[in-house]
């Protein structure tokens, strides 16, 4: 007998199971029934009260959405993990199953999460369908800048050469400013736009973009990101960081050496010179009018 059987006899014993596996591959099992079920690999414990509000499916490219609501807990899904993004991007499954036979289940719900807000000891958590990857922008945009990720598959740099990336021990750390004794080798401003990654201790896993690199008296490098990385980075931990491009065509020429790969268009009229009125003489070069 098949799930769909089970249903049309009018006397049922269904209930909810969710499972939600995290980009680093941790995978927790929820169920709203009043005992622990174990199918598919995966154990769904009752006791994290989670829940779900009404799923909305559609036909087509439509989005499914729906919500996950549920409360803090010290073992699984805790407050640390939530604001170290662990569970952006997770991958969720929603399932009807029979709790008295454990092989009629049905998956009714695939997608991830968006979204996620904490209320004191409650979370909410948006889930979105597998079509929320087709909402994205497609196509090229015409503009000076590259359009190009440094290191993706457009750019094709290789960000692990030498003289383009470090790792090193921090010396402190408030989850936004970093400071590492030396690395003189690399100019004041070479990792601006960059990117910083936690290799060790607590936050490991985590990532910051960086906003400002400079030297401090005494040989300190201070590298702060725009937003502090989630969890806590302590004295020892081991961090790298990687050069960054301001995607102009003078940084990808002579800081990079990669003006084949360069997607964007340096040449292109701007605006001003569109609009702009015959002149004698001066420059027109698609930039601010001059007089």
């Given at each position: 007998?098949?799930?769909?059987?089970?249903?049309?006899?009018?006397?049922?014993?269904?209930?909810?199971?969710?499972?939600?596996?995290?980009r680093d591959?941790?995978?927790?099992?929820?169920?709203?029934?009043?005992?622990?079920?174990?199918?598919?690999?995966?154990?769904y414990?009752?006791?994290?009260?989670?829940?779900?509000?009404?799923?909305?499916?559609?036909?087509g490219?439509?989005?499914?959405?729906?919500e996950?609501?549920?409360?803090?807990?010290?073992?699984?899904?805790?407050e640390?993990?939530?604001?170290?993004?662990?569970?952006d991007?997770?991958?969720?499954?929603?399932?009807?199953?029979?709790?008295?036979?454990?092989?009629?289940?049905?998956?009714?719900?695939?997608?991830?999460?968006?979204?996620?807000?904490?209320?004191?000891?409650?979370?909410?958590?948006?889930?979105?369908?597998?079509?929320?990857?087709?909402?994205?922008?497609?196509?090229?945009?015409y503009?000076?800048?590259?359009?190009?990720?440094?290191?993706?598959?457009?750019?094709?740099?290789?960000?692990?050469?030498?003289?383009?990336?470090?790792?090193?021990?921090?010396?402190?750390?408030?989850?936004?400013?970093?400071?590492?004794?030396?690395l003189?080798?690399?100019?004041?401003?070479?990792?601006?736009?960059?990117?910083?990654?936690?290799?060790?201790?607590?936050?490991?896993?985590?990532?910051?973009?960086?906003?400002?690199?400079?030297?401090?008296?005494?040989?300190?490098?201070?590298?702060?990101?725009?937003?502090?990385?989630?969890?806590?980075?302590?004295?020892?931990?081991?961090?790298?960081?990687?050069?960054?491009?301001?995607?102009?065509?003078?940084?990808?020429?002579?800081?990079?050496?990669?003006?084949?790969?360069?997607?964007?268009f340096?040449?292109?009229?701007?605006?001003?010179?569109?609009?702009?009125?015959?002149?004698?003489?001066?420059?027109?070069?698609?930039?601010?009018?001059?007089?």
């Amino acid at each position: 007998m098949t799930l769909l059987d089970h249903l049309q006899t009018g006397t049922t014993t269904i209930c909810r199971a969710w499972s939600v596996t995290r980009r680093d591959g941790v995978v927790y099992g929820f169920t709203d029934h009043d005992l622990p079920l174990s199918f598919g690999g995966i154990d769904y414990l009752p006791d994290s009260g989670l829940t779900a509000k009404s799923l909305d499916l559609s036909t087509g490219l439509s989005v499914d959405n729906t919500e996950a609501v549920g409360v803090l807990s010290a073992t699984y899904i805790t407050e640390a993990d939530i604001a170290a993004g662990r569970y952006d991007g997770a991958e969720v499954r929603f399932w009807q199953v029979n709790w008295a036979d454990l092989s009629q289940y049905l998956l009714r719900f695939s997608g991830t999460t968006g979204e996620i807000t904490r209320s004191g000891p409650q979370f909410q958590a948006e889930l979105r369908g597998l079509t929320e990857a087709l909402n994205q922008p497609m196509g090229r945009v015409y503009q000076r800048d590259c359009a190009a990720l440094l290191g993706d598959a457009d750019c094709g740099f290789d960000t692990s050469a030498d003289g383009f990336r470090h790792e090193g021990a921090v010396l402190t750390s408030t989850g936004r400013s970093f400071r590492f004794a030396g690395l003189t080798e690399f100019d004041p401003g070479w990792f601006e736009r960059g990117r910083l990654t936690v290799l060790s201790g607590e936050a490991k896993g985590q990532i910051g973009l960086i906003k400002v690199d400079r030297y401090d008296p005494g040989d300190i490098r201070v590298i702060e990101t725009w937003t502090p990385v989630g969890g806590a980075v302590a004295a020892g931990d081991l961090i790298r960081v990687e050069a960054g491009c301001d995607r102009s065509l003078s940084a990808c020429r002579y800081k990079f050496g990669n003006v084949p790969n360069f997607r964007g268009f340096p040449d292109i009229p701007g605006q001003d010179w569109l609009i702009s009125t015959p002149l004698r003489a001066g420059v027109k070069d698609g930039g601010s009018l001059r007089s």
